[in-house]
């Protein structure tokens, strides 16, 4: 008995009243034909049809013109089974990373695809108040509001890490901030200004932001 690749079995004409190989073959040809993952709708995409020879066996066959057409119709799904798609070629595919199938059809997978594309740790931004988990899954949480953001400077301490939060909106000028300079005093002195911060903005545009942790 001839075993081919993909586990069929292939009967010798002496063992043509033996029922158990070609029931072996139904099984795994039932189990190929089931395996969404790797066959999409092979009936239709593969446009496979019950082999000619099958249809033709006849109670009055001779053991050898049986075996001859059951062997014909193995070799023909067999054949089938080796069919691999291409852009011009009908034929089994096999789903690849990001993409799912679910009867026969395939789609996105959002998560596999949102962990390629906003890692968690990664800022989203939009000048709508619509989190990105309503749309693209995950979990999310408003990120620095009421500031702006600086890029991880590894050569200045201020900035040598991620998420390091300073600066201020105001500023009050004290005496120590001024440049060095000379005053020239003529009649009489006294106290002036009331030590009023100052705004120290740079030209802004708000947005919304949110930092995945989930």
């Given amino acids: 008995m001839q075993i081919t690749n993909h586990g069929l079995k292939m009967p010798i004409s002496e063992e043509i009243y033996n029922v158990e190989p070609f029931n072996n073959n139904v099984s795994i040809l039932e189990e190929h034909l089931s ?3 790797i066959h999409v ?3 239709k995409i593969a446009e496979i049809t019950e082999p000619d020879e099958l249809t033709q066996i006849d109670i009055t066959d001779t053991n050898s013109n049986m075996w001859g057409k059951f062997k014909k119709a193995i070799t023909v799904l067999s054949e089938h089974i080796n069919q691999i798609a291409t852009e011009t070629t009908l034929g089994h595919i096999k789903i690849g990373s990001g993409l799912q199938i679910s009867d026969g059809v395939a789609s996105v997978n959002i998560a596999t695809l949102l962990d390629k594309i906003y890692p968690i ?6 000048i709508n108040n619509v989190s990105p988990a309503e749309f693209i899954g995950g979990t999310w ?12 400077d590894t050569n200045n301490s201020s900035y040598i890490d991620s998420q390091k939060i300073g600066g201020s909106e105001t500023t009050t000028l004290q005496a120590k901030n001024m440049a060095s300079h000379n005053m020239t005093i003529s009649g009489n002195t006294g ?3 009331n ?5 120290n903005l740079q030209p802004y545009i708000t947005s919304y932001m949110w930092k995945r942790v989930g």
């Fill in 35 to 37: 395996d969404t993952d």
């Fill in 195 to 199: 030590g009023e911060a100052f705004s």
């Fill in 191 to 193: 106290a002036t200004g």
């Fill in 41 to 43: 709708n092979a009936q």
């Fill in 121 to 126: 740790g990664s800022i989203y931004l939009s």
């Fill in 141 to 152: 949480e408003r990120f620095a509001q009421g500031r702006t953001l600086i890029g991880v």
